[in-house]
């Protein structure tokens, strides 16, 4: 399910240019199915803090897609 809502943001900001209340609203929902797999979230579930599981694995993360850098990427190649 991760898969899904990570394939859904990135399709909607390769074309378009979300706000970034957006992207929070996203990374609340993918925080939310993550950790409790539920409606709500309290940080007693949270097992990893998001910026470390937005990390490569390489480097200790679980490889989740930062959404605000990953856009801002996305944005940079429009102008290649």
């Not at 990570?6 to 993550?34: G, M, W």
């Not at 390489?58 to 429009?78: I, S």
Request: glycine share 6%; proline share 5%.
């Amino acid at each position: 399910m991760l898969s899904v809502l990570n394939s859904q943001a990135v399709y909607s900001i390769t074309s378009l240019r979300p706000p970034k209340s957006t992207l929070k609203e996203i990374d609340v929902k993918r925080k939310q199915f993550l950790w409790s797999g539920a409606e709500a979230l309290t940080g007693a579930k949270c097992k990893v803090n998001w910026p470390r599981s937005t990390r490569p694995v390489d480097l200790g993360g679980l490889g989740v897609l930062h959404l605000v850098k990953f856009a801002r990427a996305l944005r940079l190649r429009w102008l290649w």
